[in-house]
């Protein structure tokens, strides 16, 4: 199985802060990254798929890179309601696998 | 808009059984990739098992434990978990996609599975 590895598992910022979150994978993936936000109490939701490309209604502070192993999620300019938690997710190949998660906090 | 509504979940002792259900509405699950997705009581993600069409996918962890099946004629779709084990305590998430099963644009509001004795 593919093992996805994030970083930072927790990052303090504030308001109007840039922030990066990278996703590494144990083995190629191509491009094939997805990236979810939880907030608390409720499900996942898609927010960047396939490395880079955005999902209908996210904001254009989100943005992605990468392809291979090393993936990163950047927010720039953090609003309020982006404190929440982000998972990456490798769709390369079966089982579909995630990373272990970033809880982004508030300064 | 797709609304997905899971049942099934509950209290079960180490070595039983369960069947977790997921319904649709607005939609026919029929043309969706479905997946079910676990939260484990410590926060992680882990993707259990898929079906695209007919054909199904499972996570190494529960293979050949747990089931996952269409039923069309309720527009549903079927986890079927059997030797549950402690470590299989999560809320438990369908999710369904357009087009491919690690994109997943759709999510019931998870059902809670506690395996304890």
């Known amino acids: 199985d593919i093992q996805m590895i994030q970083s930072p598992s927790s990052v303090s910022a504030s308001v109007g802060d840039r922030v990066t979150i990278t996703c590494r994978a144990s083995q190629g993936i191509s491009f094939y990254l997805v990236w979810y936000q939880q907030k608390p109490g409720q499900a996942p939701s898609l927010l960047m798929y396939?490395?880079?490309r955005l999902q209908s209604g996210v904001p254009s502070r989100f943005s992605g890179s990468g392809s291979g192993t090393d993936f990163t999620l950047t927010i720039s300019g953090l609003q309020p309601e982006d404190f929440a938690t982000y998972f990456c997710l490798q769709r390369n190949s079966f089982p579909l696998t995630f990373g272990q998660g970033t809880r982004l906090e508030i300064k | 808009e797709v609304q997905l509504l899971e049942s099934g979940g509950g209290l079960v002792q180490p070595g039983g059984s369960l069947r977790l259900s997921c319904a649709a509405s607005?939609?026919?699950?029929?043309?969706?990739?479905i997946s079910w997705v676990r939260q484990t009581p410590g926060r992680a993600l882990e993707w259990v098992s898929g079906?695209?069409?007919?054909?199904?996918y499972y996570a190494d962890s529960i293979k050949g434990r747990f089931t996952m099946s269409r039923d069309t004629s309720k527009n549903s779709v079927n986890l079927e978990m059997t030797a549950l084990r402690v470590e299989d305590t999560a809320v438990y998430y369908c999710a369904a996609s357009t087009t491919a099963l690690g994109l997943l644009n759709y999510w019931g509001q998870g059902t809670l599975i506690t395996v304890s004795s």
């Open positions: 607005g939609v026919t699950l029929n043309t969706y990739a």
């Open positions: 396939d490395a880079s």
């Open positions: 079906i695209t069409g007919s054909t199904t």
